[in-house]
């Protein structure tokens, strides 16, 4: 039955787009799988190892620079919607991923350190709760000969 199912399946696609469009579609998931690999474990090894570890909230706001530019203020706003961006795209691409192929639960969790919202800290700490997620992560740092990170 699931040879019939297999057979009437690659039948379909075949008579539908051909072998070159699909050879091509692979080749195009492989490169592109390989490539945000790569992206991926370079944004972790630029990551401080202490990343992780919870940061102590404070009510003062002293390390706001008073004497800032309105320039600079536009700088820091631009900045912050583009970092806002591409959180929302990794976590898209994150949620995909936990079905398609590739690192899902580790873009989700880059995606999320890129985002600003209630409750960053406690989600940020669930996903790293995993073991999984914690060797993975170390285990591409260990690759590129950087110190693995600190968790709490």
């Known amino acids: 039955m699931l040879t019939d199912s297999y057979n009437n399946i690659a039948t379909y696609l075949m008579e539908t787009f051909g072998a070159n469009f699909i050879f091509l579609t692979i080749l195009l998931s492989t ?21 992780f570890v919870r940061k102590k909230i404070s009510g003062d706001d002293s ?9 600079n203020s536009i700088v820091i706003y631009v900045t912050n919607i583009a970092k806002i961006l591409v959180g929302l795209f990794l976590l898209v691409c994150g949620i995909a991923m936990l079905v398609l192929p590739g690192q899902g639960l580790l873009t989700i969790l880059i995606a999320l350190s890129l985002i600003p919202f209630p409750g960053k800290d406690k989600l940020e700490q669930n996903v790293l709760a995993r073991k999984s997620v914690r ?16 968790f709490d």
């Open 31 to 51: 490169v592109v799988s390989v490539v945000y690999f790569v992206v991926i474990s370079y944004f972790i090894t630029q990551m401080d190892k202490r990343y």
């Open 63 to 71: 390390d706001q620079n008073p004497h800032a530019t309105s320039m």
């Open 135 to 150: 060797s993975s992560l170390n285990w591409i740092r260990i690759k590129a000969n950087k110190e693995p990170f600190i």
